[in-house]
């Protein structure tokens, strides 16, 4: 701020350089008063604001150019017209601005220019300047034709539905909106017990809306996303931003945010007869069962599954007050990535899809469950790849036999295992140590140069050619929600993963096979459950949702885990 006050002509160096080139200019007389505009407030009067920037422009008092007759300089920032100043404002940062303009007065005027603060809006939030996603956002097509054809439409039911967005102007909606509820603008995980979830948190138009991201309808896994509001946040009038839920069937309804903490805020319902039905629980379980299953309860034959879902509606309805949001990040890329890391939705048999997160440490990826169940919360490491240890599957006819590819696992298992005790002994990498007696074991044809490319290097990843896909089947006895499943796979990876009894009882994990088919699909096989998981690539561009380092990114995974241990 104190190069700015000296290029304008105010602060501890007043004018210095605007005076010398007023002395310069009227011959070296220096007769006049050495006045500052903003110092002749008591004597000039209004003339004080407006006057100032016509002072230092007016060629008598600055001069239009030197002895020779060359035109000079601009030597402050006022000298220069109005509209590049508007353009200079608009580039900078909107949370600035208020206070360049405590600067001067003609900052102060030229920074009321509802041209700078949309071009902020648009640049910093991406806000559109059209209502063309209303209609979802619990606007209807009928209220925006009324408000375009008869402007003066002035009942309440009206103006609080739709406010007057023609006469806002974009710096309340900066200042009141945007910049205010910043900080909850991103990727989400809400509390709700061993479930979880997915909130994405986007500007959208002039609203601030909380979507929820729920995976496709069991056992379509190529299916995209679903979603629905669960609340919004805009400006019903001038400097007030409004909270409404959207939980419910009612529409729109009162509602609050809290920001508990960096990182974590919460949101309340005030209204939650908006939520319920006229047919009672009943009604409402049969509502919510055809949104999160797609189907009936008659539907679903088997027993265990139709106990799950009843225990899952009993649990979440619990929640339609209050929740609590914890921001998550997606993973951070990095160039020997075996495929690009992200959010998968994937089989869980009678759990139906869930979420996960795949991400890659050095020689191994791991998958987090975003979404998760009684038996494995959300938040908890589902997966775990060995990426230094690729498998080389069998022929078609061998595959299916599954006693032949437990063989093959349990023995890169035995490998793993005495890999990870000379580690901890502090023997180099395939030495035995002395004395012991162990035998050596001989490298595993399993993890020659087949169909798993060897995962050398640091990143861990396959740094070889990529080989051509090989056909690929499940073993006979093994379980699939989704039977279409790829039939060829690129690679095939040692992993194990993460089974325990309901109430996250008893964890433990069990050996399996990751096999990576394409860059948007990957399975794994259960060894020890007999059942196949496939995942599928969310494919959403998430904004606000990168992690601003690896360390915040581990830092995040760390926290979530406990969360749920």
Not at 20 to 27: E, H, I, M, N, T
């Amino acid at each position: 701020m104190a190069v700015c006050a000296r290029l304008c002509g105010v602060g501890p160096a007043r004018g210095c350089r605007r005076r010398g080139a007023q002395r310069k200019g009227a011959g070296g007389d220096s007769s006049g008063p050495d006045t500052d505009p903003e110092e002749g407030e008591g004597g000039g009067g209004e003339g004080s604001g407006s006057e100032a920037g016509a002072e230092r422009v007016s060629p008598g008092a600055g001069g239009s150019g030197d002895g020779n007759g060359r035109p000079r300089a601009p030597l402050s920032l006022l000298e220069l017209p109005p509209e590049l100043l508007v353009q200079i404002f608009g580039s900078l940062p909107g949370a600035d601005l208020p206070s360049l303009a405590l600067v001067c007065t003609a900052f102060r005027r030229i920074l009321r220019t509802d041209t700078i603060w949309r071009r902020r809006c648009r640049e910093e939030y991406g806000v559109c300047e059209n209502l063309r996603k209303l209609e979802i956002t619990g606007v209807s097509c009928r209220d925006v034709y009324a408000k375009r054809i008869n402007p003066r439409v002035k009942s309440g039911r009206f103006m609080k539905i739709l406010p007057d967005y023609e006469h806002m102007e974009y710096r309340d909606v900066y200042t009141c909106l945007l910049h205010r509820y910043r900080h909850i603008l991103g990727l989400w995980q809400p509390d709700i017990g061993p479930y979880g979830g997915l909130l994405n948190v986007v500007v959208d138009g002039f609203f601030i809306i909380g979507w929820m991201y729920l995976p496709p309808h069991d056992p379509h896994v190529d299916d995209p996303m679903r979603f629905k509001p669960l609340f919004r946040i805009h400006l019903m009038e001038r400097k007030s931003a409004t909270v409404e839920c959207m939980y419910g069937h009612k529409g729109p309804h009162n509602g609050h945010i809290q920001i508990v903490k960096k990182d974590e805020f919460s949101t309340k319902c005030n209204q939650t007869d908006y939520h319920r039905m006229a047919g009672g629980r009943q009604e409402e379980f049969r509502t919510w069962l055809r949104e999160e299953w797609g189907r009936t309860l008659e539907d679903i034959f088997h027993e265990h599954m139709q106990e799950l879902i009843l225990m899952k509606f009993i649990y979440t309805s619990q929640y339609d007050n209050c929740l609590t949001y914890r921001r998550i990040y997606l993973p951070p890329c990095g160039p020997d990535d075996l495929i690009k890391p992200g959010l998968f939705k994937g089989t869980y048999g009678s759990h139906g899809l869930e979420i996960v997160m795949l991400s890659f440490h050095g020689k191994k990826a791991k998958g987090t469950k975003i979404t998760g169940d009684p038996n494995i919360p959300a938040g908890q490491q589902t997966v775990e790849i060995e990426l230094a240890h690729p498998i080389r599957l069998p022929d078609i006819e061998s595959l299916s036999n599954l006693s032949e590819l437990s063989r093959i696992v349990l023995e890169v298992q035995e490998r793993v295992r005495r890999e990870q005790q000379w580690q901890e002994e502090g023997t180099p990498e395939g030495k035995e140590p002395e004395g012991e007696g162990h035998p050596q074991l001989a490298p595993s044809p399993t993890e020659d140069d087949g169909a798993g490319a060897s995962a050398s290097g640091e990143g861990g990843a396959a740094q070889d050619p990529p080989q051509p896909p090989q056909p690929f089947v499940l073993p006979g006895g093994i379980a699939s929600r989704k039977e279409d499943y790829p039939r060829t796979c690129r690679a095939c990876f040692y992993g194990t993963g993460l089974i325990a009894g309901h109430g996250f009882t008893s964890p433990e994990k069990t050996p399996g096979v990751f096999v990576l088919f394409d860059d948007d699909r990957f399975g794994f096989i259960w060894l020890e459950l007999q059942s196949f998981s496939l995942y599928s690539r969310i494919k959403v561009a998430f904004q606000n949702a990168g992690a601003p380092s690896r360390e915040a990114f581990d830092e995040m995974l760390k926290n979530i885990q406990l969360l749920t241990s």
